[in-house]
């Protein structure tokens, strides 16, 4: 069988530049004829969701919804769904990062104005497009649009301190407040509306350029948020809606105690009663906008880190089983072909490689994990198997150049004596093994590509605060940086095919 090969950037659209204080829809055609100028065929993003607290897109208010933050304002000028004065007052926001305190007000209070507009002055086609994306997305949005009009009314706080009725969402209280906040609810069904249109027009613009779009899906989800607020019976809450047992993984590399994730942990005897309906919905939701769906953690589908929830650590956890094949064989017969990346990373135990071959899914190696060992390092090119996705880093380590000046004496001979380099251009010594491999795609993080330090690092696992960022700057992805990534991917084989 004939592999494709393939190659291609990781890189969120918040990091995009924009004069709107964070990377926009707007900012990504741009982008994406970059990607086509350097050949590559796929763009992987994190996450899109709406995030909280951290401004992590892994903990989001909803698997389904989407980031308005995200949502290009000269694209409601030109729509006429924002008026043209609304660009004469941007604020000097700075260029390399995302200052998510100032941007989130001022973008939240265009997104208001926009509203306005669209009452008073929304053309039909554009009313009866938003009323139609209502109708068709009722089933996640109507609990969306509800749970933010909610946590606004409450100042922001989690859904488990609102008055006590409706965090249980009794009847009479939901239908209370859905009327007490229609006019809040129109304008969360107007905002959701604006960014997936505007991300269908990416979609377009993506595949026009024979770019394909990979997503995230997280396996757990946050607890404040309208996924658990609305599906109380599927996670391990106990009567007053607290969870009992929270996800989190055992110690590793990027932690000494572990990681303590906090998020609930899904009751699956529940799901698999039920066919695994939400699950089905939620992959459904995700292949909708992207092409390839990346499924973070993996691992916890064959087996899970369940830690008591209140615990300080994640050390005192304990493995319990997941659901395995029956949820993917669920996926399959409701879904067809799952076009899925297992992101098996961390502890990964045979149960683990023998669900993700059983599901045909090809699992993912990192080049900064490859070194220091013996010879059977797995994340070694030389131990790779096609059906592999090889990257130099992920959002969670440090960039090439950062993890190089802070590597060890063992790891900077292994990589120099390996590789046949000297490590003067680490970065791209990376990313040349990387899409010399066998594997079928290899993906760089777009700091590895303009060979930055630690200062363009996207997140560290463990901290709370500085993550998620890191922007390029305007013109800082030069005709120099393409057309040695063109070559690079020209050379070994993942370019696409003329014509």
């Not at 694209?75 to 941007?103: H, K, M, N, S, T």
């Not at 005897?269 to 906008?289: K, M, N, P, S, T």
């Not at 030389?382 to 590597?407: E, F, L, M, P, S």
């Not at 120099?480 to 991917?489: D, G, I, P, V, Y």
Request: hydrophobic share 45%.
């Amino acid at each position: 069988m004939t592999t494709v090969r393939r190659a291609g950037i990781l890189l969120h659209p918040t990091a995009l530049p924009s004069r709107w204080g964070i990377g926009d829809l707007a900012s990504v055609v741009p982008f994406l004829d970059q990607l086509a100028a350097a050949r590559q065929q796929v763009w992987q993003v994190m996450p899109l969701g709406p995030t909280g607290y951290g401004d992590s897109p892994y903990q989001c208010f909803s698997t389904f919804a989407g980031n308005t933050l995200l949502i290009a304002p000269d694209q409601l000028i030109e729509a006429g769904l924002l008026p043209a004065e609304a660009a004469a007052d941007i604020p000097p926001f700075p260029v390399d990062r995302v200052d998510y305190g100032a941007v989130i007000p001022f973008k939240h209070a265009l997104l208001r104005q926009s509203f306005a507009q669209f009452v008073a002055h929304a053309t039909p086609a554009q009313r009866e497009r938003c009323a139609a994306f209502g109708s068709a997305n009722a089933g996640w949005l109507d609990d969306y649009a509800l749970f933010a009009a909610l946590k606004a009314a409450a100042g922001g706080a989690s859904w488990d301190r609102w008055p006590r009725a409706l965090a249980r969402r009794e009847p009479w209280a939901l239908a209370a407040a859905r009327q007490a906040h229609a006019d809040e609810l129109a304008f969360q069904r107007y905002a959701q509306w604006l960014f997936f249109e505007q991300w269908s027009d990416v979609r377009a613009a993506a595949q026009a350029r024979g770019i394909a779009i990979v997503g995230d899906v997280p396996i757990f989800v946050a607890y404040d948020s309208a996924d658990v607020w609305a599906n109380p019976a599927i996670f391990e809450l106990d009567g007053d809606g607290q969870p009992i047992n929270v996800a989190g993984v055992p110690p590793d590399y990027f932690s000494a105690t572990g990681q303590l994730w906090g998020n609930p942990l899904y009751r699956w005897d529940v799901l698999a009663q039920r066919g695994f309906d939400w699950w089905i919905a939620r992959c459904a939701a995700a292949l909708a906008v992207v092409d390839i769906v990346r499924l973070d953690h993996f691992r916890g589908f064959a087996g899970y880190w369940s830690v008591p929830a209140g615990a300080a650590t994640a050390i005192d956890g304990r493995w319990l089983p997941g659901p395995g094949v029956a949820l993917f064989d669920a996926l399959r017969a409701a879904l067809g072909d799952l076009p899925f990346i297992a992101e098996d990373l961390g502890l990964i135990t045979p149960d683990v490689d023998a669900l993700r071959l059983s599901c045909d899914l090809p699992g993912m190696r990192v080049l900064h994990f490859a070194f220091g060992g013996d010879a059977g390092n797995a994340y070694l090119p030389h131990n790779y198997v096609a059906r592999t996705v090889v990257y130099t880093g992920t959002h969670d380590n440090d960039t090439t150049r950062g993890w190089w000046r802070q590597a060890p004496p063992q790891i900077v001979d292994h990589v120099r004596r390996y590789l046949g380099r000297d490590g003067h251009d680490i970065a791209w010594d990376l990313i040349r093994a990387a899409w010399a491999s066998v594997a079928e795609l290899a993906v760089v993080p777009l700091q590895d590509v303009l060979d930055l330090g630690s200062e363009a690092r996207m997140n560290t696992p463990g901290t709370t605060g500085g993550n998620w960022g890191w922007r390029v700057t305007p013109g800082a992805i030069t005709p120099a940086h393409l057309s040695r990534l063109a070559e690079l991917t020209e050379w070994y084989g993942r370019a696409p095919a003329a014509g």
